[in-house]
């Protein structure tokens, strides 16, 4: 890396050319520039200003210090989706004037997003739904408590430091990184709105920033009735519900009520153990919680829906596409050859169309991550998934995706709550030396020569509920309905 000088008023700092993008193809419009020197690695950054304290604001300045400031974005400010549309409309139309240099930029283009999983997921989203062409790969700097996905590619669950070495140090590496292709997972739940919510649809706060209100276009749904509401979204890494999910909600509603006990990640990770030991003490001999208790679990297999059969003594299920969860423990660890043999299980990588799902009896059972190899109850690889919830022992459950934890009501009559889970295309992501992900065909990957085939059980990515989706395409909602409502503070937004 060899930085220039640059004079910002008083201030000379060095600004990384390597990275750089000029002024007019960041500003719509603007007249062709002709440069000394393409950059090799151009890049956008996102940053979710409010995460980890002051350390997202912090990370904006330095940043803006290296690089062109206007390529570096205040998530706090504006959403990813109108910055990658009106960057990449403005690339085509240089692109169409002859310019070399927006040729290669959009060819070479790559992300940087800073946040907590939530923050790195709404980009993902975006990214997906916006088709861009080529798909850029997206690199995470962890920044809250989580960090799930910024460790599950290398680099780290600590919050990385934000002075000019620091974040020089990251872009080095970032030179370096490897693309990744990671398999992207469509959520699609239907519910009737209890008369007692407050939403219609739900209000902001009531599910995770990732689920979007949509309208259903299909006659033949038996769901499509008055009163009802379906809604879409995505994930990467995990869809997890019961116990474990109930700490995660508990532990964002303390932040939110008091968001200055919240500024320290040592201390937000002390917070969470104290609020899940409490949780287990409260749920002993609960057995209302217990995920038999609440829902039946399907997988489909051979394009059929059959039955998973779940322990009674489950109280929290993790649909798993990634090798960390709650902080960077893998609760399907390394099955045996028996298991593989037996189970009829394949490896588990990132890019095969399968989810590891897996079960905890409670939060003693989870600590059995803690032990070299530990697990939590293997249940299924699956490709589809499907969650039904009848009228039962409970009001309401809890829910999460990708470290955005909702409280979900439960049917009060005999109407059915249905969760289902699909694969849905894929991402690029960037991963660096110490990546915990693997993928099929990567050399590195241990038995890498598994094709994946068996995760398709014929299906096809498109055909699930075709006529469900206007415009006969599916898509995670992120970037034409995604809206920061004025009266929530991203700060909550991990």
Known sequence: MEPEKENNGDQTYEVCKEFYIPDYILIPDSEVQVLAKEPDFPVLVFINSKSGGQLGGDLIKTYRQLLNKLQVFDLGEEGPDKVLRRIY???????????????????????????????????????????????????????????????????????????????KGFLGQFKGAKEMKVDS??????????????????????????????????????????????FRGGFWNYFSMGMDAQVSYEFHSERKRNPEKFKNQLTNQQTYAKLGFSQFIANIGNHSRNIAQLAKVKIMKNGNWEE??????????????????????????VPSKLSFRNKDYTPPYVNDALLEVVGFRDACHGLVLLAPNGHGTRLAQARKIRFEF?????????????????????????DTVVVEISHLGQVNMLACGRCKAKC???????????????????????????????????????????????????????
């Open 308 to 333: 998973l059969h779940v322990p009674r003594s489950i109280q929290s299920i993790v649909c798993l596409n990634l090798p960390s969860f709650s902080g960077g423990f893998n609760p399907w660890g």
């Open 390 to 414: 009848h009228k039962g022992a409970a009001e309401n459950t809890y829910m999460r995706i990708d470290g955005e934890p909702w409280k979900q009501p439960l049917p009060a009559d005999d």
């Open 185 to 230: 997972w469509h959520i699609i739940m239907r519910m009737k709105i209890p008369e007692h919510s407050a939403c219609d649809p739900l209000a902001p706060l009531e599910l995770p920033h990732a689920m979007h209100a949509f309208k259903r276009v299909s006659d033949s749904d038996s769901l499509n009735v008055e009163g009802y509401h379906t």
């Open 89 to 167: 409309a403005n690339l085509e139309r240089l692109k169409h004037l002859g310019d070399h240099l927006a040729s290669k930029i959009k060819e070479k283009l790559r992300l940087i997003v800073a946040g907590g999983d939530g923050t790195a997921s709404w980009l993902l989203g975006v990214v997906s739904d916006l088709k861009l062409d080529p798909l850029p790969p997206i690199a995470t700097v962890p920044l809250v408590t989580g960090n799930n996905l910024p460790f599950s590619f290398g680099w780290g669950k600590k919050n990385p430091g934000t002075d000019l070495q620091a974040v």
């Open 440 to 494: 099929v065909g990567d050399p590195l990957s241990p038995e890498s020569s598994h094709n994946g085939e068996s995760s398709h059980d014929g299906e096809d990515d498109a055909d699930h509920g075709n006529e469900e989706w206007q415009g006969g395409s599916k898509k995670f909602g992120a970037a034409e309905t995604f809206k920061i409502p004025d009266d929530v503070d991203i700060a909550h937004f991990s």
